[in-house]
């Protein structure tokens, strides 16, 4: 999420500090808060630095507004596509783990049909993560729940 809007959160922390009274701009902190609902609740409000800029009006299409939900974890979808990326997230649990050690866990030996079929959808759905996700062959690479799984694992606890 850095990653691909990098220059959109370094213009929203400028935003959300910047004020000039003799000129009537106030500080806005509502678009650092979109982004952090797009990171944390897996909402999809568009991300633009134009939307940013002092005076900005888009008469034509106003669909930059994001609308809130009644509830903390409406929007975000926490039913995994399959019983092997449930299994996945209830093995790694709050853990950090190896491949081979998740592959031990829900009792497989095919890693290629471990990594097609649980951990890539997984990671796609966003309930796994990767403890150095810049260099996914780093020595000592492992794996973590993201918020999402944390949320599903903590769903099957309850």
């Known amino acids: 999420m850095f990653a691909d809007n990098s220059w959109y959160f370094s213009n929203t922390l400028v935003r959300a500090n910047y004020s000039n009274p003799q000129k009537g701009i106030q500080q806005d902190k509502s678009f650092l808060v979109k982004f952090f609902r797009n990171l944390l609740l897996g909402e999809n409000n568009e991300l ?37 990326v449930t299994r996945l997230v209830l093995a790694i649990g709050k853990e950090e783990m190896r491949v081979k050690n998740m ?24 309930f796994v993560c990767m403890k150095y996700p810049a260099n996914p062959h780093h020595p000592r690479q492992r794996y973590l729940l993201a918020l999402k799984g944390l949320m599903l694992l903590d769903g099957n606890n309850s």
Not at 59 to 79: A, F, K
Not at 107 to 117: I, Q, S, T, V
């Open 48 to 84: 633009k630095n134009r939307y940013m800029l002092i005076g900005y009006k888009d008469d034509e299409n106003d669909t930059h507004t994001s609308t809130h939900t009644s509830t903390r974890t409406s929007s975000i979808d926490i039913q995994p596509s399959s019983e092997n």
């Open 103 to 126: 592959m031990e866990a829900v009792g497989l030996k095919n890693r290629p049909n471990f990594m097609d079929y649980s951990l890539t959808p997984a990671i796609r759905e966003g």
